[in-house]
């Protein structure tokens, strides 16, 4: 019912930037909350930044300052775009957005969608 394609990820050395995308599509009613995700190898997935449907948006403390969640409504798209990277950075980054469908249009109903991950390693 609802896709997510992520793309932007790839390899960069500390200090550079990169930018990630999630478009969403299918049969999407409205989308309400936006936010990315990150894993490292050995450790439990976490949360970067979020953004809510009016535009208000929070961060982890380890990326203030230098990570910056946007979105595109029209396209239902949220970017995270991601300066002064450091080695610790790195893990498989994931969007998730909180949504309703067509067929069930109400916000109680909406459901949580997943992209399927990006890749990002920072390394000399």
């Known amino acids: 019912q609802v896709q997510l394609v992520e793309s932007g990820g790839g390899l960069v050395q500390p200090g550079g930037s990169l930018r990630l995308s999630c478009a969403a599509s299918?049969?999407?009613?409205?989308?309400?909350?936006m936010a990315w995700y990150r894993q490292a190898p050995g450790k439990q997935r976490e949360l970067v930044a979020t953004i809510t449907s009016g535009g208000p948006t929070n961060y982890a403390d380890s990326v203030k300052g230098r990570f910056t969640i946007s979105r595109d409504n029209a396209k239902n798209t949220v970017y995270l775009q991601m300066n002064s990277l450091k080695p610790e950075d790195t893990a498989v980054y994931y969007c998730?957005?909180?949504?309703?469908?067509?067929?069930?249009?109400?916000?109680?109903?909406?459901?949580?969608?997943w992209g399927q991950g990006t890749q990002v390693t920072v390394s000399s």
């Open positions: 299918g049969s999407i009613f409205s989308v309400y909350a």
């Open positions: 998730n957005i909180k949504a309703s469908t067509t067929s069930r249009p109400l916000y109680s109903y909406a459901g949580d969608y």
